[in-house]
Structures are given as C-alpha cells and as structure tokens.
T-cell receptor
Framework: AQSVTQLDSQVPVFEEAPVELRCNYS??????LFWYVQYPNQGLQLLLK??????LVKGINGFEAEFNKSQTSFHLRKPSVHISDTAEYFC?????????????FGTGTRLLVSP | DGGITQSPKYLFRKEGQNVTLSCEQN?????MYWYRQDPGQGLRLIYY???????QKGDIAEGYSVSREKKESFPLTVTSAQKNPTAFYLC??????????????FGAGSRLTVL
C-alpha cells in the first residue's frame, strides 16, 4: 500500500520569502501525484497535479512542484509567499485497489505566513 | 456553477444517536467518496462508490454506513457504533477514467461534534 510522508507539520515563513513544503511517497511504480490546499473550515482545493510528462508542474496561485522519481518526492515550492497563502497543504498519491484508483493523503503541512 | 454541497456544515450529536450527513453533486461525476479528517492525521477514506447502488469500504468504514440510490447523492450515516465520531467529514467526487487519474473535487465539509 502507498503511504505519503509530509515531514513538516508546520512551516512558519515571512511574507515574500520563498517556501518549500516536502512530500515523499513510498512506491516507485507509476503514480499520479497531487497537492491540495485547505483554508480554515473549508474543503480541499486542487493546487496542482502530476500525471506524466514534464517533471516540473505549475499550479494555481504561483505554486509549482517537482516530481523526482528516484527520490520518490514531490516537493511544493513558491518563490514568494503572501499572507493569503496561510493554509494547510496536503500531498496525495494515487493507489490502485481492486481496479479502482484511490487517493492516499499525507498528514498535511500548515503554512503560517507572517508580515 | 457545478459543485458539491454538503449539509449541515455543523452538527451536534448526543452519544448513542445516529446522524446522517448529506452530500449532493451536480458535476455529473460517476464516483463519490467520504473522507474523515482529524487534526494531525490527514484524510482517511471511509467509503467510496463508483456507480449507483454500489459502494465499497475504505480504510475506516467501521461505524459508518452509506447509500448510493442516485448518481448525485451519497449520504453518510454515522452510527452509534462509531467510537469516536467527532471529526470533520469531507465528501468528494470524480469522473472515472480508464488508466488516467481520478481528480477529486471536494465539498466544504461537515463538522460533527459529539456532546
């Protein structure tokens, strides 16, 4: 079974600084990878996804992520964060179970942006 | 606009009572899912359904039940058998792709508190 590790439970950063949120997954077989963002008391919104092709994926709100197959990583980056980026970020990987594709989520990283 | 509607947003329940959370989608998606979110634990899959009148248990189905009588609707019942039901519940849906990625769209969630 797949597992997703988000080592940092919380990342504090100052506004306009760069940020990287780390994500590692367990299997090196072909996978689909996702980053979702959750604002307080809301559902999850898709930031970006890697399905195939270029290993650098660009998403909404200026975020990007790089797929690294050899390191089984899919780290999320933003060159300059805003206060409004304060939220919880979840990395997810696809898993096949009896012919059906499910998503396995990490435990999340809370990004705290301060002025 | 298409989307997923979850209701109620907040729900309080006494111990020993069953409660049903509603999830309705107008995206014409085939698959629907229920996840449970607890602080520091990410999202865990409760049940999922690929087609009407069919559903499968996820990783933490004990104490929960679902039905899928209509394509648009996938209600979740939290029964008295669920030992620790206080949590944030998220409903999601996706199209089903052959060999492709099932990209999930989430509702805004329902917060259940057991008194």
């Amino acid at each position: 079974a797949q597992s997703v590790t988000q080592l940092d439970s919380q990342v504090p950063v100052f506004e306009e600084a760069p940020v990287e949120l780390r994500c590692n997954y367990s299997s090196s077989v072909s996978v689909y990878l996702f980053w979702y963002v959750q604002y307080p008391n809301q559902g999850l919104q898709l930031l970006l996804k890697y399905l195939s092709g270029s290993t650098l994926v660009k998403g909404i709100n200026g975020f990007e992520a790089e797929f690294n197959k050899s390191q089984t990583s899919f780290h999320l980056r933003k060159p300059s964060v805003h206060i409004s980026d304060t939220a919880e970020y979840f990395c997810a990987v696809s898993e096949w179970d009896t012919g059906f594709q499910k998503l396995v989520f990490g435990t999340g990283t809370r990004l705290l942006v301060s002025p | 606009d298409g989307g997923i509607t979850q209701s109620p947003k907040y729900l309080f329940r006494k111990e020993g009572q069953n409660v049903t959370l509603s999830c309705e989608q107008n995206l014409n998606h085939d698959a629907m899912y229920w996840y449970r979110q607890d602080p520091g634990q990410g999202l865990r899959l409760i049940y999922y359904s690929q087609i009407v009148n069919d559903f499968q248990k996820g990783d933490i189905a004990e104490g929960y039940s679902v039905s899928r009588e209509k394509k648009e609707s996938f209600p979740l019942t939290v029964t008295s058998a669920q030992k620790n039901p206080t949590a944030f519940y998220l409903c999601a849906s996706s199209i089903l792709t052959m060999g492709g990625a099932n990209v999930l769209t989430f509702g805004a969630g329902s917060r259940l508190t057991v008194l």
